[in-house]
């Protein structure tokens, strides 16, 4: 495993330009092409800003602008949705890649959740445009953002590794993800903070979502985001430590169980 990680690192020049590949390749034949990189999460801000500013005004002075305080959990959702649903079908889409040119099989999910996280750092700027739209301080806090960047990008990797090899062996995975996901999502503080389960009527399935939401790495991303853009303030280091450590398990777990499978990829693909 360790031998293979090293391996993994020694390809990087093939994952640079699989990665630039794959960049060209998704807007090709479009009039805007790459720039849709930054239309996309612009157009995607703009129907938010309309359906919760006029037509589903939330009242909660905690997440006011509403719009831009989804759009900051709502950017990095979509670099980890999108990599993990790719990831599902990135070996079987890739097999004559792998049953003809040796190259370590890994490189596959990893060019997936490098492309889209260019994707979502080139939809950053408008990010950026609507915090000083509505007048949202830029403090010193926002040096955090990085830092939980990295610590996303583990976390994806892990997962994305872990899906793409039982992907191969267990199809279902594919057809079942996409509704994992949509729990997934509404089980992490993206259009609520992390504090929401405190204001709800205490009752058993409060109680059970509370757990979920507290044991769900993505939680305590989504917050860092919430906290180092949108509040200001400095995210909770027990929180990044704690998703951090996750991080490292979920890569780790992640790359053993691939590592264990990848002799029998080009059999099943």
């Known amino acids: ?37 930054f239309f996309n999460p612009l157009l995607l801000l703009i129907v938010y800003t309309i359906v919760f500013n006029y037509i589903l005004p939330n009242r909660t002075l905690e997440t006011q602008p509403y719009a831009l305080f989804l759009f900051c959990g709502l950017l990095p959702w979509t670099w980890f ?68 960047i990295i610590i996303q990008l583990i976390l994806t990797l892990g997962f994305s590794l872990l899906i793409s090899s039982l992907s191969v062996h267990f199809r279902d995975l594919r057809d079942i993800l996409s509704n994992l996901l949509t729990l997934w999502f509404f089980s992490s503080p993206i259009i609520y903070p992390l504090t929401f389960t405190t204001q709800q009527e205490e009752n058993f399935i409060s109680e059970v979502f509370r757990r979920v939401l507290y044991i769900n790495p993505l939680s305590y991303v989504m917050d860092g985001y919430h906290q180092a853009i949108f509040y200001g303030n400095m995210p909770d280091w027990r929180h990044l430590l704690t998703v951090f450590g996750g991080s490292l398990l979920s890569f780790f777990v992640g790359y053993f169980v691939f590592d264990r499978l990848r002799d029998t990829f080009a059999e099943e693909v």
């Open 1 to 37: 495993m360790w031998q293979n990680l090293h391996n993994l690192y020694k390809y990087r020049v093939l994952i640079r330009s699989l990665v630039s590949r794959e960049l060209k390749a998704r807007y090709r034949g479009s009039m805007l092409g790459f720039f849709w990189s």
């Open 81 to 148: 949705s999108s990599s993990l649903l790719e990831a599902s079908n990135v070996i079987a889409s890739g097999g004559n890649l792998i049953k003809k040119i040796i190259f370590p099989s890994e490189v596959l999910p990893v060019v997936s959740v490098l492309a889209n996280m260019i994707h979502f750092l080139l939809g950053t700027p408008i990010l950026v445009l609507f915090m000083i739209i509505y007048k949202v301080p830029f403090t010193p806090y926002l040096v955090f953002f990085p830092v939980i």
